[in-house]
């Protein structure tokens, strides 16, 4: 019989598209009250690689990225992607904008070798990991470089967004090392 290994802990990061700051510091600061301090927190970007959330989110969506402090075990994306979009749903009705989704958040976990990212959308490149939920390899870490892959969003396939996922992976890194 083959002896099963637990898997190592990960890094939650949660992606924050919001239609303007109010809607963004609302996001953030309702996901520090229901995941905990945050390690880091990345710069705001415009996000205008697409025009896929424009209906939802209006014209000029901002990005961020937050890095929750304390490690989870990786099985627990599932629940999270639940949770994240019953904040969505807080957070538009408390917003009152005339936007049907003023705030988008996708969880997502950064592994040694690898981003993550939960969604509710199946694919063929998409795995089911329960509760209704998808999850997909978005990057690769490689050679110390984040890569994309052929089906990684356009966004994600920016240098401003490997360098904060990289200090994230240092970060994991680290508290992996400290666990020992």
Not at 111 to 120: H, Y
Not at 157 to 170: E, T
Request: aromatic residues 12%; positive net charge.
């Amino acid at each position: 019989m083959w002896k099963l290994k637990n898997p190592k802990p990960v890094k939650l990061i949660v992606g924050v598209l919001a239609a303007d700051e109010n809607c963004l510091a609302a996001a953030v600061e309702l996901l520090a009250q229901k995941f905990g301090s945050f390690d880091f927190v990345s710069d705001t970007w415009p996000f205008d690689q697409t025009d896929y959330y424009k209906d939802q989110a209006g014209e000029h969506i901002l990005r961020q990225f937050v890095s929750v402090e304390r490690l989870i075990r990786p099985g627990r994306l599932a629940a999270i992607k639940h949770r994240t979009n019953r904040i969505e749903q807080k957070l538009a009705r408390k917003l009152s904008l005339d936007l049907y989704r003023p705030v988008n958040l996708d969880p997502g976990v950064i592994e040694p070798s690898k981003l993550i990212l939960a969604t509710t959308k199946n694919y063929s490149h998409r795995i089911y990991i329960g509760r209704k939920m998808y999850a997909e390899v978005t990057l690769v870490y490689d050679k110390g470089t984040w890569c994309p892959l052929p089906y990684t969003y356009p966004d994600y396939r920016q240098q401003n967004y490997f360098d904060f996922f990289s200090k994230v992976r240092a970060q994991l890194l680290e508290q992996l090392k400290s666990q020992h």
